[in-house]
Nanobody
Framework: VQLQASGGGLVQAGGSLRLSCVVS????????MGWFRQAPGKEREFVAS????????HYAEFVEGRFTVSGDHAKNTVYLRMDSLKPEDTAVYYC???????????????????WGQGTQVTVSS
């Protein structure tokens, strides 16, 4: 499985970005997809996830309704739409794929089997 993330960039506070993660090499519908982020000097943290087959989503508390994760089966792509961005959202964002998801583990980086290369998001104040 290969994951290709894109869509990061520099945006002012209050702006929006849409990250994309293209999945290849495995049946897309069988995966549970996650978005994580890592800021300088901080640990990688969970942002959002989606079960590709069911569409069930989960979000970290800090998202506060500002982000939306979605999937497009036809394009084997998962998106993370980010609105009302804040300077503290600045980080490298990674997409990840879990082949065998278990209930309650969606926010744990250790359960994800494949990772994309990351895309930088910088929010200026």
């Amino acid at each position: 499985v290969q994951l290709q993330a894109s869509g990061g960039g520099l945006v002012q506070a209050g702006g929006s970005l849409r990250l994309s993660c293209v999945v290849s090499g495995r049946t897309f519908r069988s995966l549970h997809m996650g978005w994580f982020r890592q800021a300088p000097g901080k640990e990688r943290e969970f942002v959002a996830s989606i079960s590709v087959s069911s569409g069930i989503t989960h979000y970290a508390e800090f998202v506060e309704g500002r982000f939306t994760v979605s999937g497009d089966h036809a394009k084997n792509t998962v998106y993370l739409r980010m609105d009302s961005l804040k300077p503290e959202d600045t980080a490298v964002y990674y997409c990840a794929a879990d082949r065998t998801p278990w209930p309650g583990t969606y926010n744990k980086a250790s359960v994800y089997d494949y990772w994309g290369q990351g895309t930088q998001v910088t929010v200026s104040s």
